[in-house]
């Protein structure tokens, strides 16, 4: 097996032809999820990897595996594609019940499994991968930041959810199983967003492009998958920085383990949230 290690910051460059499939693979994200015409998004991911393929071609990169000197746009645009087309195989909308269960489990599980899969054991290299135990102890301004999640999400959410009436778009809890339920679903949703998004989108997007540059572009895939789940009206205010922040944690302490606990905080706060939402009557620390 070959392990493509990422091209020096200073070597990767954004204005290159690798920015055409990148760019596409990552807009048919808000085709997919937000504009939610599937067939277009198919259309546009199937674009991604045929463009991807003849920009390898005419920098003579080797698309199928083999002893390559540098990564391969057209796997790991193909990989983010894959992942995707999964995805969009099932509607995003909250549901609560076995059947909408059963179908998150498959279609998001799949949308992580099936490219880390053909990553490892079709394309030969280690590209994806998930490090929980990566960036040793966590310093100082971590823990701050994790306390600063709270502060903020505790005053930010209340007003977003409640005012603009997006908290809708998630089924009414009001049985001690619906409120399980949703904590489950919230805090598995959370973590996958971390496993798909940063150790998927970004990390392959990474290994072709400055690292502002492949997280603007995860954001995309990022964002646009939260509209569909429900983080609507003016949602993208909030989600554009979360995605951009998630990201840069990632880069900077190098553990899975940190993104998802700064990501499940977050989520925790989100479900209270929601859960104070259909039942006004009930006590809330909320303010709102």
């Known amino acids: 097996m070959t392990s493509h290690a990422v091209v020096p910051e200073s070597v990767r460059r954004t204005w290159t032809a690798k920015l055409v499939p990148a760019a596409l693979v990552c ?23 045929a463009s991807a393929v ?15 000197t540098e990564p391969s746009i057209a796997r790991d645009v193909s990989l983010v594609a894959i ?32 490219p880390y899969v053909i990553s490892r054991f079709v394309y030969r290299d280690y590209a994806i991968r ?21 502060v903020l999400g505790y005053l930010i959410l ?3 959810f409640i005012t603009s009436g997006v908290y809708m778009n998630w089924p009414v809890v009001d049985t001690p199983e619906l409120i399980g339920r949703l904590f489950v679903g919230v805090g598995a949703v959370g973590i996958w967003d971390e496993l798909f998004f940063v150790c998927t989108v970004f990390v392959l997007l990474r290994r072709h492009f400055p690292d502002v540059t492949a997280n603007v572009l995860q954001a995309i895939v990022f964002v646009s998958f939260l509209w569909e789940l429900g983080y609507q009206a003016w949602g993208p205010v909030l989600t554009i920085p979360f995605a951009l922040v998630q ?15 700064v990501h499940l905080l977050f989520d925790a706060v989100v479900f209270g949230v929601l859960v104070h939402a259909h039942n006004p009557g009930a006590v809330s620390i909320f303010l709102v």
């Open 54 to 68: 003849l920009v390898d071609r005419r920098a003579g990169v080797a698309v199928l595996p083999g002893r390559d």
């Open 130 to 150: 998930f490090p929980w135990r990566g960036g040793g102890r966590w310093a100082w301004w971590q823990w701050a930041w994790l306390g600063g999640v709270i």
């Open 247 to 261: 990201g840069f944690l990632f880069l900077r302490t190098r553990s899975l383990w940190y993104v998802v606990t």
């Open 27 to 49: 807009l048919a994200a808000p085709v997919l999820f937000v504009v939610q015409v599937v067939w277009l998004g198919w259309i546009v991911l199937a674009l991604a990897v």
């Open 158 to 160: 209340p007003f977003y």
């Open 83 to 114: 992942g995707q087309f999964i995805v969009s195989l099932i509607p995003l909308h909250a549901e609560l019940d076995n059947a909408a269960f059963l179908r998150f489990t498959l279609a998001l599980g799949g949308a992580v499994v099936v």
